[in-house]
């Protein structure tokens, strides 16, 4: 399990994002996260072979294909196609390799962390920020509203 100061740190330090597997489709988790992280500062560099263009920013189809320097790889991708992601964020020294939610590949996570990259594995990067940085409402959903008054319930 990251301990909260490593979250935080690992945050705080790195403010370039690679999203490996980013979609195009407003409504998939990957497009959600990565549009919150940019609208909070973030430089996100989307990594997806299938498009040129997603949010407003040039698509690559590898990391490989980066021309400038990565920060924190963040995979949405099935666990068992994380190694060579994985090798790839060595590759590029990228400093950090950040596995989504129920994303976990222990052989990746070793050989990341062997080669010296921070390893975050089976979190989401939007939800640890908006939960140490505020902004995390209910649904993990920022609402800009902050309140000690109950909502109203509507009875059915």
């Known amino acids: 399990?990251?301990?909260i100061d490593t979250l935080r740190t690992t945050l705080n330090d790195?403010?370039?994002i690679a999203v490996v597997g980013l979609s195009a489709n407003e409504s998939r988790p990957s497009f959600f996260a990565a549009k919150y992280m940019q609208d909070h500062g973030y430089t996100i560099i989307?990594?997806?072979p299938r498009y040129e263009r997603i949010l407003g920013q040039t698509c690559y189809p590898d990391l490989e294909s980066i021309p400038s320097a990565v920060d924190i790889?963040?995979?949405f991708q099935r666990s068992d196609r994380v190694l060579p992601v994985a090798e790839s964020a060595v590759a590029i020294k990228a400093k950090v390799l950040w596995m989504q939610l129920g994303v976990v590949n222990e052989d990746a996570a070793s050989m990341a962390k062997n080669a010296g990259l921070r390893v975050i594995m089976d979190r989401c990067v939007k939800i640890e920020y908006a939960r140490l940085f505020g902004g995390l409402g209910f649904m993990g959903v920022s609402t800009g509203i902050i309140s000690a008054r109950r909502p109203r319930v509507v009875p059915y």
């Open 1 to 3: 399990m990251t301990d």
């Open 14 to 16: 790195n403010k370039v």
């Open 46 to 48: 989307p990594v997806n």
């Open 73 to 75: 790889v963040d995979v």
